[in-house]
């Protein structure tokens, strides 16, 4: 006696199987495939689950630069830089005159953000004190980017990426014009105080970058001979 069957290979792919049996033998074993890949991956659950948190770095990607602004904005980078041992969060709210709560809430961001570091200063007490990052936000440290920081995270600084489609799509020459009308140096002529900000924040940037030059490039300087024309160009990039 002679039976047929058929049997599909899985839920994936469109393909059958046909066995033909008589008795105990196989007599015919052949097959019809027909695949039809999906066009959208299939997603694992962890994968999924990945995606739903990152996505909350997008949503909040400004957050961050705000909360430093924030720091710079009430000199907390500064009142650490005046003082030789950790300072409590109350001492922190008298010398800011702010509420505790507030202050904590940023001084909490800040700590995760590894900006600040806190220090136990008693059994029911804790402190704050510098960090290799948070010395570069000083007002008057050799290195600060204090000023590069309040430049690009001011208002008219940040309008204009929310031009950038608009720039894609050749709808405007520049992002900064669409957002402002002018270029961002004839803004700057008529705008003296936007203009001091990007006279700091450049100021900053030679700060690192002349020095790096110098100790990168010493035997170049070397060779020219003419170590006034460096001192000059030094002297008015620090004044």
Request: proline fraction near 3%.
């Given at each position: 006696?002679?039976?047929?069957?058929?049997?599909?290979?899985?839920?994936?792919?469109?393909?059958?199987?046909?066995?033909?049996?008589?008795g105990n033998q196989?007599?015919?074993?052949?097959?019809?495939?027909?695949?039809?890949m999906s066009k959208?991956?299939?997603?694992?659950?962890?994968?999924?689950?990945?995606?739903?948190?990152?996505?909350?770095?997008?949503?909040?990607?400004?957050?961050?630069?705000?909360?430093?602004?924030?720091?710079?904005?009430?000199?907390?980078?500064?009142?650490?830089?005046?003082?030789?041992?950790?300072?409590?969060?109350?001492?922190?709210?008298?010398?800011?005159?702010?509420?505790?709560?507030?202050?904590?809430?940023?001084?909490?961001?800040?700590?995760?953000?590894?900006?600040?570091?806190?220090?136990?200063?008693?059994?029911?007490?804790?402190?704050?004190?510098?960090?290799?990052?948070?010395?570069?936000?000083?007002?008057?440290?050799?290195?600060?980017?204090?000023?590069?920081?309040?430049?690009?995270?001011?208002?008219?600084?940040?309008?204009?990426?929310?031009?950038?489609?608009?720039?894609?799509?050749?709808?405007?020459?520049?992002?900064?014009?669409?957002?402002?009308?002018?270029?961002?140096?004839?803004?700057?002529?008529?705008?003296?105080?936007?203009?001091?900000?990007?006279?700091?924040?450049?100021?900053?940037?030679?700060?690192?970058?002349?020095?790096?030059?110098?100790?990168?490039?010493?035997?170049?300087?070397?060779?020219?001979?003419?170590?006034?024309?460096?001192?000059?160009?030094?002297?008015?990039?620090?004044?």
């Amino acid at each position: 006696m002679t039976h047929a069957i058929i049997t599909s290979l899985n839920k994936c792919h469109d393909a059958w199987f046909f066995f033909l049996f008589k008795g105990n033998q196989i007599l015919i074993l052949f097959h019809s495939i027909k695949i039809v890949m999906s066009k959208q991956k299939i997603i694992s659950k962890e994968e999924e689950a990945t995606a739903q948190q990152e996505i909350w770095i997008y949503v909040f990607g400004f957050t961050p630069m705000a909360v430093i602004k924030c720091a710079i904005e009430l000199r907390i980078p500064d009142l650490l830089d005046n003082r030789d041992t950790p300072i409590t969060l109350t001492e922190l709210a008298t010398n800011i005159e702010c509420s505790i709560p507030l202050l904590h809430r940023i001084m909490r961001f800040l700590v995760q953000y590894k900006i600040f570091q806190e220090t136990p200063v008693s059994e029911t007490c804790f402190g704050y004190v510098h960090t290799p990052l948070s010395q570069l936000l000083t007002t008057r440290g050799k290195y600060s980017m204090a000023d590069f920081v309040l430049l690009e995270s001011s208002p008219i600084m940040l309008a204009p990426w929310h031009k950038l489609s608009a720039r894609v799509l050749g709808k405007e020459e520049s992002a900064f014009g669409a957002a402002h009308g002018d270029d961002i140096w004839r803004f700057a002529e008529a705008n003296l105080g936007h203009s001091k900000l990007i006279d700091d924040a450049m100021a900053c940037d030679a700060r690192v970058a002349v020095g790096a030059v110098i100790a990168g490039c010493l035997e170049v300087f070397r060779s020219c001979g003419r170590w006034w024309m460096l001192v000059a160009v030094i002297g008015r990039l620090y004044g």
